[in-house]
């Protein structure tokens, strides 16, 4: 169709394949690729109907503009230049490229040899040079149409009142009777009325969603029966998973959710890329400028890999930063924020990590970017990966300190007295120096990554061997207890502890300083069997479980409820600064008091007993003006211990009485008063809320 199409030198202004009405512009960034070519293809992929190469370069942007080319168009790159592993370069032109800013797909990827530089099996492995054309067997990138904006208003929710649901788009809905089957495990599926009207009940304020820019099977799960099913391993940083959906499905299903009140915040992955180590496949970067896109060792020939997957993205370079802005600036039309993976491999120089990166600073310039949410994982595997806190004031951060000692704490673990209270004040200590204050912490007691919360109260170990990796693959330490069985258990005392456990937990969550995070399915028992690391398990363990909620689950389910209503019920569990112990209200009490059982304020002596498994917390808001007399106090029994342990409530002025609004050993008892001397017998492993009476 294109076989002699005219082409002149068109712009290097904006990267990718641009449709201006009349024909399209393309543009490819390659600091040392020496020519590059784009390669047409008919609607099946199979067929080549035009080379051309781009006639222009300006700067390290090569560029051309061909006449009447429209959307649809499909279209791959060769990019000639040394093939020089030892030098960094791995420029090979009998493979096909994907553009890095494709917005689309057409035609499928098949796994074979030819996707290599090398030949396969060589003596010389990847110093070998494959000259077999993988064109065949490559996906296609597609001439996109303009973006068209949203017309739903974006709910802007402060960072005080947010409440994150953690999400996977096929996951959450695969297993979900309430959504019809036809769209289950799309972006279309996610945003059916089913679950908007599940998040909104519970009282969730954003969803987060795991990857959904385009990733692919790995060969080694593809031939053992297994897929990429979290999508950490991404591609196409422009372009959607297209088993989800297309960018117009995408878009259709944020301006669902802004129009119920819900934010969509994406989970994104820019510190890696699909193509892995040295000895992986050349399908887009690699092929296009190694040596620019690669952090790469001092023998260029080898990646430096801080992610445990093989390769590092190198943010040194401007080409690099400009591409993982633009894609950032390309998502953010449609949605409310970004959860970075692995950030700390973002701001990684050749001495470590650095919080005034140039990556740092360009997001936050971008008019477009400054003005969303922005979360980091501040870790990777690389040495001194560790950085809680540490990251530019503006982003927030997963916060697995959180996560660790709540877990701790009610497992009855010993010296987890200062460590529960470190958490319940939104571990200020990290975060102190953070513009966001308080909600800097993102709190939650599972994530996607290790157990959910059921998995937590019912395993010691983990149990990984569907994985295919010998059950070596996940984290060993994941502070759980299975309460004397591994598994399901049919004993009803070891079964109805679980449930309060997993109770206590919720309740912590949601009673913390910090933005609480739900990981899917949490709220109602969802269980992967004990497998901590469902990467590659597209299937009941993988999924979120809505078609087995048992009677259990659809109480847990309810207290949740309950426990998120109270949070915002109350803004002094949501403050928008620390409470710090300091501050007085007009009666001399401070905004945050620690009780020992006896009624006593705690002392030194009493944090540092490794044995104190009960605490009590009054969070005072009148010292803070948060809420009126009535719903601006709130004391708090957190008992680890296996048996009851009797409590002395607070005396204060004005105050004849204390009722109890929430309890996890009978979630579903009514209010219950306590007068008088103001005992309280907490049962062990429970927790119990209280509210004054006032005179």
């Not at 960034?29 to 051309?52: M, P, W, Y």
């Not at 791995?90 to 530089?117: C, I, T």
């Not at 878009?251 to 989970?267: Q, S, T």
Request: glycine share 10%.
């Amino acid at each position: 169709m294109y076989a002699s199409p005219a082409v002149t030198h068109g712009s290097p202004q904006k990267l990718g394949a641009h449709w201006d009405g009349k024909g399209t512009n393309f543009a490819l960034f390659s600091a040392n690729g020496e020519k590059v070519e784009l390669c047409l293809s008919d609607e099946t992929g199979q067929h080549e109907t035009a080379r051309i190469t781009l006639p222009a370069r300006t700067g390290d942007i090569h560029h051309g503009y061909i006449e009447e080319l429209q959307p649809g168009q499909l279209y791959g790159y060769r990019v000639h230049g040394p093939y020089e592993p030892h030098n960094g370069h791995r420029f090979n032109p009998h493979k096909l490229l994907l553009d890095p800013y494709a917005q689309e797909f057409g035609g499928a990827f098949k796994w074979d040899d030819s996707h290599y530089g090398y030949i396969v099996g060589h003596p010389d492995g990847d110093l070998s040079f494959d000259s077999r054309d993988n064109a065949r067997y490559m996906i296609k990138a597609k001439v996109p149409l303009p973006d068209v904006p949203s017309n739903a208003a974006a709910p802007h929710t402060p960072w005080k009142d947010t409440i994150i649901y953690e999400a996977h788009v096929r996951g959450l809905t695969m297993d979900n009777p309430a959504v019809p089957e036809k769209i289950r495990g799309t972006f279309e599926g996610v945003a059916d009325d089913a679950i908007i009207n599940h998040l909104k009940e519970l009282g969730v304020t954003a969803i987060e969603l795991m990857p959904v820019q385009a990733f692919f099977n790995d060969r080694f799960q593809e031939e053992h029966g297994r897929r990429n099913y979290w999508g950490y391993n991404t591609l196409g940083f422009f372009a959607p998973e297209p088993r989800y959906g297309g960018m117009g499905q995408f878009r259709a299903m944020a301006e669902k959710f802004h129009k119920a009140g819900i934010e969509v915040l994406l989970d994104v992955v820019y510190n890696h890329t699909f193509e892995g180590n040295h000895l992986g496949p050349t399908l887009s970067f690699r092929g296009i400028d190694n040596a620019s896109y690669y952090r790469l060792q001092h023998d260029k020939r080898y990646y430096i890999d801080e992610t445990g997957c093989g390769n590092t993205v190198n943010t040194d370079h401007p080409g690099v930063r400009r591409m993982i802005v633009d894609s950032l600036r390309h998502w953010a039309q449609a949605v409310d924020g970004f959860r970075f993976d692995l950030m700390t491999t973002l701001g990684r120089r050749a001495n470590g990590y650095d919080k005034g990166h140039p990556i740092f600073g360009a997001i936050r310039r971008d008019p477009v970017l400054s003005t969303k949410k922005m979360v980091a994982e501040p870790w990777d595997l690389g040495p001194g990966g560790y950085r809680l806190g540490e990251f530019p004031a503006e982003y927030h951060e997963w916060n697995d300190v959180f996560r660790d000692e709540v877990r701790g704490f009610w497992h009855g673990r010993e010296n987890h007295i200062g460590k529960l209270a470190y958490a319940l004040t939104g571990s200020r200590n990290h975060f102190n120096r953070k513009a966001p204050g308080v909600s800097a912490s993102i709190n939650a007691v599972a994530m996607h990554d290790g157990f959910p919360l059921n998995d937590v109260v019912s395993y010691n170990e983990k149990h990984n061997e569907a994985n295919g990796e010998d059950n070596r693959d996940g984290n060993n330490n994941n502070v759980s207890y299975n309460h004397g069985v591994e598994g399901p258990a049919a004993n009803p005392a070891i079964k109805n502890l679980r449930e309060r456990q997993k109770r206590n937990m919720i309740a912590t969550l949601f009673l913390a300083q910090g933005t609480p995070l739900l990981l899917a399915g949490d709220e109602f028992g969802n269980t992967q069997g004990g497998n901590n690391n469902a990467y590659c398990q597209d299937n009941k363990t993988g999924w979120t479980n809505f078609a087995d909620m048992t009677p259990e689950g659809r109480a847990l389910m309810e207290f949740t409820r309950k426990v998120i209503a109270l949070r915002r019920q109350y803004p002094v569990l949501n403050p928008p600064a620390p409470l710090d112990g300091k501050t007085k209200d007009a009666d001399g009490i401070t905004d945050i008091t620690w009780y020992i059982p006896a009624g006593e304020e705690k002392r030194i002596e009493h944090w540092n007993d490794p044995q104190a498994r009960a605490l009590g917390v009054l969070f005072n808001g009148a010292a803070r003006n948060l809420g009126a007399p009535g719903n601006n106090r709130l004391f708090v029994i957190f008992n680890a211990h296996t048996q009851a342990v009797p409590f002395s409530l607070p005396k204060l002025p004005g105050i004849k009485g204390w009722e109890r609004i929430l309890d996890t050993v009978s979630p579903d008892a009514g209010h219950a008063a306590f007068y008088g001397e103001r005992l309280y017998s907490a049962e062990g492993k429970s927790l119990a809320v209280f509210r004054p009476i006032i005179v």
